[in-house]
């Protein structure tokens, strides 16, 4: 170990103070086009099936990595969210303040990165029945779906933004483009040829949100009739 680097490692034995230009250099390696988050959005704007398929088969580095990105970006719609105080998320049940189903709901708008990766291993399940040809395992799926899921976000984010702004409904505007945008990426991933393709990515789609609602939903019953006893 000479007084500089580690003859190991290659690191720095003491590293540099941590300053204004440490900040900016760190911002910019999250926000870097190439292989970075703003590289890896553009990328999932115009080819989000083809960029997927090569990240899972081929090259791991070109994009961010999803389990990352799925939770900057839910972050990102949950900070919008909270500061326009638009309540009517994407996914919202009604039950009694203080109840199990309540406190459950509000966990899932509080912690929408989490949340969006427990429903998309219900998803998953969905597109594993309908695409079960194809030679991709569960979690190369859900893998599929992080990417997926988190552009979600940010077309939720952007819509939020407007919302907040002009006080116009445009969530619901946002839950259209989003079903459309699901539809083409997962049936661009699997086979772009075939109309059937984004016709059962739809449909797992909905039933992946639907038994994930259901799921909830039971959960708050099972805790409410162990609370009662």
């Not at 459950?104 to 040809?133: C, D, E, P, R, T």
């Not at 969530?171 to 075939?194: C, E, P």
């Not at 984004?198 to 039971?218: C, N, R």
């Amino acid at each position: 170990m000479n007084e500089e680097f580690c003859s190991n490692c290659k690191q720095n034995v003491k590293p540099k103070r941590i300053d204004g230009h440490y900040i900016l250099h760190e911002i910019e390696h999250v926000l870097h086009f190439e292989r970075g988050i703003l590289y890896t959005i553009r990328e999932l704007l115009i080819r989000p099936g083809e960029n997927i398929r090569h990240f899972i088969s081929e090259n791991r580095s070109r994009l961010v990595k999803p389990i990352i990105f799925i939770i900057v970006t839910s972050l990102i719609y949950t900070l919008i969210n909270h500061f326009f105080h638009i309540e009517d998320g994407y996914m919202k049940i009604d039950d009694v303040k203080g109840s199990p189903l309540h406190s459950i709901n509000g966990w899932v708008q509080s912690h929408y990165g989490y949340s969006n990766i427990i429903m998309g291993g219900f998803i998953a399940f969905w597109l594993k029945i309908f695409f079960k040809k194809y030679d991709y395992n569960f979690f190369e799926i859900l893998i599929l779906l992080c990417f997926i899921l988190g552009m979600e976000m940010l077309i939720f984010s952007v819509f939020a933004i407007f919302e907040g702004l002009t006080k116009y409904h445009f969530i619901q505007i946002a839950a259209m483009i989003v079903f459309v945008y699901f539809s083409w990426a997962v049936g661009s991933f699997f086979d772009k040829s075939r109309v059937a393709s984004y016709f059962k990515a739809l449909v797992s789609y909905i039933l992946g949100m639907i038994t994930f609602g259901i799921s909830i939903m039971i959960l708050g019953a099972l805790i409410s009739l162990i609370t009662r006893h």
